[in-house]
C-alpha cells in the first residue's frame, strides 16, 4: 500500500458568496484572526506529513502563490527591527511543505478542478481538501481519514452527523456500518430534502482518494452546464472498489465560504488568540448581556 504524501486543494473559485470583499482578493486569503483561511487547510497537511501540496489556482489567485512563498524584503525588515518571532512565523510559512500551483484555466466544476492535478498526483492516494473550509478535530480529521485507509486501502471520506433541518444543505450518504464510526458508503445524494436523505451523515470536506477517481473524473459525464462534479465521481467510484465514510471525533467544521460560519470561526480563534481572547471576551459578554 502506497503512502499518501500528496494533497490537493482545489482554489480557483470566484467566491460570489463574499463580494465585494473578494473582487480582488481570493475568499481563500480572507483571514480568521491573523492568518488566511487556506493556512489552516495546508498546515493540517504539513501536521498530517503530507509531503507536497497542489494548489488548484485561477488567474486571480496570484496572492495565494505569494503568501506561501518566501518574502525576502519583509524579512529583511523584520530582522533589522528586531521582530525575530515575527520573523520566524513569516519563515515557517513557506517551509510548511513543498508547493506545487496548477491552473484551472475554466470553472468546469470541483471534480474539473481536482483533475487538473492529474499530471502532478500521478499514481499514488491523495488528500483532497478544500481551500476555504477545514475541520478542527481531535484528532485531526486528516489523521483519521489517513488511519481508515491504511486499514483497508481504499478510498475514505470525512463524515459529520447533520441535524434533520440543515440535511437539504449537504450531499448525504447512502451507509452502511463497518466498525464504530467507519461506514460503507453506497451512494451520495446531493441536497435530498429531509425526509428524503438515506441518513443524517454528511460527507465532505476531507476527502482521501486512491488514483482510480482520475480515470472516473475524465470519463463521467459532465451536468448541463458543462461542469465535472466530484460526487458524480464518487457515486461511480463506489461501484469499482470500497469507499469508506468516517465519522469525524471531536469534529468541528468551519465552511469559510459561508458568511455566518466565517463568523463563527472568527469568534471562536478569536478566543483562543493571546492577542484577542481577553478583550474580545469582554466585548461579547457586554453584547450579550445588552
Sequence with gaps: MKKVRKAVIPAAGFGTRFLPATKAMPKEMLPIVDKPVIQYVVEQCAAAGIEQVVIVTGWHKRSIEDHFDKHFELEARLEKDGKLELLEEIRRISDLTNFVYVRQKEALGNGHAVLTAKDVIGNEPFLVMWGDEFFEADPPAVSQLMEVYEQHGSSVIAGVRIPKAEISKYGIADISPVESNVFKIKRIV?????????????????????????????????????????????????????????????????????????????VDYGLKHDDTKEELSKYLKDVVLG
Design 190 to 266: 446531493e441536497k435530498p430534502g429531509k425526509d428524503e436523505a438515506p441518513s443524517d451523515l454528511a460527507t465532505h470536506g476531507n476527502y482521501l482518494f486512491t488514483p482510480e477517481i482520475f480515470e472516473i473524473l475524465e470519463n463521467v459525464k459532465p451536468s448541463k452546464g458543462g461542469e465535472i462534479w466530484l460526487i458524480d465521481a464518487i457515486n461511480e467510484l463506489v461501484t469499482r472498489q470500497d469507499v469508506y465514510g468516517v465519522e469525524l471525533k471531536n469534529a468541528k467544521y468551519y465552511d469559510c465560504g459561508s458568511k455566518a460560519s466565517y463568523l463563527k470561526a472568527m
